[in-house]
């Protein structure tokens, strides 16, 4: 026991933060269906005819004896008629269509996070947390996004049922970084005042300006150009006569 203590090491009092602030879910929430009022086999779903020739159109881009290759695609579209999330008729229906089990369906249902189990808001957020975008600022992002909208945490819909906010790994614009996706939009450069600016615009109903909010074009050099800032050759400049 002396041997023990001599040997102990006091341990902090103060409590260590977690690495992630989204919450916490059980695996039976992410990849177990239960039945609810609004979510069940027996609510109806099918393709809009103009969804239905985009299907079509779809599975004929793969061999017959493999349309089941156009799961991911026909889910997809499939959700974005659902206002955003892939339910259990949504799954069922692609099965069905398909020719596929049922279970081969939630098997990439469960898999992909590009598929919503929940019902969202009318604003889907998505706020990029991943090394480049946390360097540039992405933690006062998220605070900004989850307070502005009613004090709501990662994973939560504000009260009016206009936005979710969620919190993910890289969108690929880390050039641009802090950034988040808005439903289908990059909005890039961000500062927690010009994030409030697009959240203010989502929720009167508009669609402001995406990219970055900056004020730069696309990627190019905050700090100005730092190559091509000459003329470049023309054809048969530097040549000799004949050549010209």
Known sequence: MRLLSRFAVARPSATIRGISTSCPRL????????????????????????????????????????????????????????????????????????????????????????FNREPIGENFVQVCTTTPCMLRGSTDILRTVCDHLGGIKPGGTSKDGKFTVIEVECQGACSNAPMMVVNDDFYEDLTPETTKKVLDAFAKGGKPKRGPQSGRQTSENLAGLTALTSKPYGPGEFCIPEFQ
């Open 27 to 114: 695996s039976d929430a992410l990849f177990v269906h239960r039945d609810t009022e609004y979510n069940n086999p027996k609510i109806p779903f099918a393709f809009t005819s103009e969804n239905m020739r985009t299907a079509e159109e779809i599975i004929s881009r793969y061999p017959q004896q493999y349309k089941k290759a156009a799961v991911i695609p026909l889910l997809h579209l499939a959700q974005r008629q659902n206002k955003g999330w892939t339910s259990i008729s949504v799954m069922n229906y692609v099965a069905k269509f398909l020719e596929m089990p049922p279970m081969r369906v939630y098997e990439v249902a469960t898999f992909y996070t590009m």
